[in-house]
């Protein structure tokens, strides 16, 4: 495609559902990232894709964090059991040098 | 610890005014940097990246500098126009294609007619 896309744009959970965001990235990235920005800051790394294979989890906050991209292209970000402080934008980028970004999730947790 | 800090955190002028965004970064050893614009409710869109061995870059009406040694960086935007006005975000890149990105917490631009 010719950016990247992230789906769906806004979601509302309430408090203890699962959500599921998907990323569509630049076709032909090898690299793709997960990024949290929370209201008034910068975006905060959280995970790392080389392809299939999932590089760094480093900045995954708890284990109800789960992302994949297990044939390399569209990633899935799931977050189990949300809570409050999960609410955020998520912002999903591909590399090949320069990172480009998709419009971001916002997510509200109620 | 690797941190990424703008100032000022908000500016206001009024249209038609050249002004300096400034970025800092405490470890020198980039691979590069990269400047973003952030509209409200959007998401990040690329304005300009220099890779460290160059000093920097220009787009138009912008223009970024690098100097790795004092660890500083600085958008340059020429002739305000209140189309400029969004968020601009500075991220510094230490890993190469497999790096993530640092951000700055951003300063937040409002040119005034």
């Known amino acids: 495609g010719a950016g990247v896309s992230q789906s769906p744009r806004y979601k509302v959970a309430k408090r203890g559902q699962d959500v599921a965001l998907r990323c569509d990235p630049i076709?032909?990235?090898?690299?793709l990232f997960w990024y949290q920005q929370a209201l008034g800051q910068g975006p905060e790394f959280l995970t790392y894709?080389?392809?299939?294979?999932?590089?760094?989890k480093s900045g995954l906050p708890s284990d109800r964090f789960f992302a994949e991209r297990p044939e390399g292209s569209v990633s899935t970000l799931k977050i189990q059991r949300t809570q409050q402080e999960d609410s955020a934008v998520y912002l999903c980028?591909?590399?090949?040098?320069?990172?480009?970004f998709g419009q971001g999730t916002r997510l509200t947790v109620v | 610890k690797q941190e990424v800090t703008q100032i000022p955190a908000a500016l206001s002028v009024p249209e038609g005014e050249n002004l300096v965004l400034n970025c800092s970064f405490t470890?020198?050893?980039?691979?590069?940097l990269q400047w973003f614009r952030q509209d409200p409710g959007k998401g990040l869109t690329s304005l300009l990246l220099?890779?460290?061995?160059?000093r920097e870059q220009t787009s138009g009406r912008l223009n970024a500098s690098l100097d790795k040694s004092s660890g500083r960086s600085t958008l340059y935007i020429a002739a305000s126009q209140p189309g400029d006005s969004a968020t601009y975000l500075c991220?510094?890149?230490?890993?190469?294609?497999?790096?993530?990105?640092?951000f700055g917490k951003g300063t937040k631009l409002s040119v005034k007619p």
């Open positions: 980028a591909s590399s090949l040098a320069e990172a480009f």
């Open positions: 076709s032909g990235h090898v690299s």
């Open positions: 894709f080389q392809n299939e294979a999932q590089l760094d």
């Open positions: 470890d020198s050893a980039i691979y590069n």
């Open positions: 220099i890779q460290s061995s160059q």
């Open positions: 991220a510094v890149n230490y890993g190469g294609s497999q790096g993530n990105l640092i």
